[in-house]
Every structure is written in structure tokens, then in C-alpha cells.
């Protein structure tokens, strides 16, 4: 049966880290001066290549990490230190403001990946597919993570909207309340990969 409590953790910990609001701005920032056509064919690719990069980790995580020797409490320490120096520059507002570039796309790089599709998201995917219960469970984390980039891609679709409805204020807001959730997941991240390694010592 379909696991309503794995889809809302899943997506709530997906929504945090991959930050719907906060890619706001930085996405009108990197489409700036391009066609409102333009814009919404970006916003579709860079949601293609995010869902792209979680389901080959989803689907080959474990096997990928394997092969390169790299243990599952290891990406989840690596990726939370890493969320956690992401979560102080949203708190402390230190976050560079990425300029557009003409000649590459964007959407790709650095949009798609890692912005989106980064470490953070990558682990907690990969252990919930790990931790997922027989066909609902599963049926349950893949409908979160399509439903968490449904949400990005009207997020950034309708970009010019949502600032024009929250303002700078909102953002800078929501930014700062989502780097003190992403925070407190980055450091439980790092607990749960150091006892992992203990319990496995």
C-alpha cells in the first residue's frame, strides 16, 4: 500500500534541500535577459537534468558508491558537511548571486546540477530507496521525488509571478528559514553517519 508517511518525509526533506523559493531568484538571475519562451524551456531542462542525476542514484546509488569503494555513512557525513557549509551561507546571507552566462546553458550546469541535484538530495534519496518497504514503499519515495520536481519546475516556470507575490522580503525569509531546517538535517546527517560507522566498527 501506498506509505503516506515515506512520501511526506521524503518530499519535505527534498523540499528543504532542494529550496523551491530560494532557486527563485537564482534562477531569474541566470535567465536574465532571455525570452519568457526561453525561460520556461530552461526551467523544463533543468528539471529533467535534476530528476536525471536522483534517479540513476536512485536506481544505481548503492552500486555506483560500490564501485568506488565509498560507503553510504561516508556520502552522508561528506554530504552533510556539505549541506551544513550550504545552510550557514543561507543563514548568514553569504550566498554568491551567479551571473548569467550566454554562451552555456545554464539549465545544465550549474542549475540542473549541483544546484538542485546535489549532494544532499542525492544521499537522502538513495536511503530511501535503501530504507523503502516492499512495492508501496518504494511506489511512495518515487512519487515524492516526482512530485518534489513537479514543484520545482512551477516554481521556476512561474518565477516572475512568485516575486512579484513574496517581494525580495519573502525570499530572503523563506531563504533563512530553510537554511536553519537544512542546518539541523545536515547536522542529523552527519550523527547518523558517524554512529553508522561506529555501530559497523
Not at 526533506?13 to 531569474?28: C, E
Not at 512551477?154 to 518565477?159: E, V, W
Request: hydrophobic share 60%; proline share 4%.
Amino acid at each position: 500500500m501506498f506509505d503516506f508517511a515515506v512520501f511526506g518525509s521524503l518530499f519535505l526533506t527534498l523540499f528543504v534541500i532542494m529550496d523551491p523559493p530560494g532557486i527563485t531568484p537564482i534562477f531569474l538571475a541566470l535567465t536574465s535577459g532571455r525570452p519568457a519562451k526561453v525561460q520556461r524551456k530552461m526551467a523544463w531542462q533543468a528539471v529533467c537534468v535534476a530528476f536525471g542525476v536522483i534517479a540513476v542514484f536512485g536506481l544505481c546509488g548503492q552500486q555506483i558508491l560500490d564501485y568506488l569503494h565509498v560507503s553510504v555513512p561516508a556520502l552522508m557525513i561528506a554530504g552533510g558537511l556539505l549541506l551544513l557549509l550550504i545552510a550557514l551561507d543561507l543563514l548568514t546571507g553569504k550566498t554568491d548571486e551567479p551571473k548569467q552566462t550566454k554562451d552555456v546553458n545554464v539549465a545544465l550546469v550549474p542549475l540542473g546540477m549541483p544546484l538542485l541535484a546535489g549532494p544532499g538530495a542525492i544521499v537522502s534519496v538513495i536511503l530511501a530507496v535503501q530504507k523503502a518497504d516492499g512495492w508501496g514503499g518504494q511506489v511512495s519515495v518515487w512519487c515524492a521525488i516526482i512530485a518534489m520536481h513537479v514543484v520545482l519546475w512551477l516554481t521556476m516556470r512561474y518565477s516572475l509571478v512568485i516575486i512579484r507575490v513574496i517581494r525580495d522580503g519573502g525570499v530572503v525569509l523563506v531563504t533563512r528559514l530553510a537554511g536553519m531546517m537544512l542546518s539541523a538535517i545536515a547536522v542529523q546527517q552527519i550523527i547518523n553517519g558517524v554512529l553508522q560507522v561506529v555501530r559497523g566498527a
